[in-house]
Every structure is written in C-alpha cells, then in structure tokens.
C-alpha cells in the first residue's frame, strides 16, 4: 500500500504562483504526478512523471507548471506559475506502482482576483 499526503494549496491572485507538494509512504514510487477536478469537471491530468522518461504535461499547463520528483524522499512536486482563474480545482496527487494506482486527498487551488 502506498499513501499520498498533499500540501500547498490556498487562494491566490491571478498570475501568481503556488507549489504543492505530495509525500508517498509505505513504499518506494518512481511514476508520480498530478490530477485537477474542477467544479462539475472529470478529473483530468495536469502532468505525470514516468520512471525514467520525460514528464508529460497537460496543453493548458505547459510553460507555467513544473513537475518534479525527489526519489530520495519519495515526493513529488508540482510548482505552479502564472495562474489562471481556470486553474481553480482540487489537485490529487497519483502514484503509480506495479500496476496498481493510488489517490491522495486533494487540495483545493482557487485563483481569484
């Protein structure tokens, strides 16, 4: 089993920037990223970081978000530039690991003037 823990969310300006962060325990994982839902919206990808390959983003986050994973640690970052008011949603953090997948919670990200 594998559990996910996020941090970082808040209430922001438009253009600003904000960091979440997700700590993994219980065992090693190396395939890590990050999910948003906005309201009445599916829960879609933002951008994941597979083992060992280049991380994959979503178009409308491209060249504002940054992902990055800290395998020494087991966490897995997602720093947020130049938000929108439709990056406003409830970010999960996604591990994935021998086939099996895991949520964490979720953290509420509004951007709002």
């Known amino acids: 089993q594998v559990q996910l823990v996020e941090s970082g969310g808040g209430l922001v300006q438009p253009g600003a920037s904000l960091r979440l962060s997700c700590a993994a325990s219980?065992?090693?994982?190396?395939?890590m990223g990050w999910y948003r839902q906005g309201p009445g919206e599916q829960r879609v990808l933002v951008a994941r970081?597979?083992?060992?390959?280049?991380?994959l983003y979503a178009d409308s986050v491209k060249g504002r978000f940054t992902i990055a994973i800290d395998n020494a640690k087991n966490t897995v970052t997602l720093q947020m530039d130049s938000l929108k008011p439709e990056d406003t949603a409830v970010y999960y953090c996604w591990a994935q690991l021998n086939g099996d997948i895991y949520w964490g919670q979720g953290t509420q990200v509004t951007v709002s003037a």
């Open positions: 970081k597979p083992k060992n390959l280049s991380p």
């Open positions: 219980g065992k090693k994982v190396y395939t």
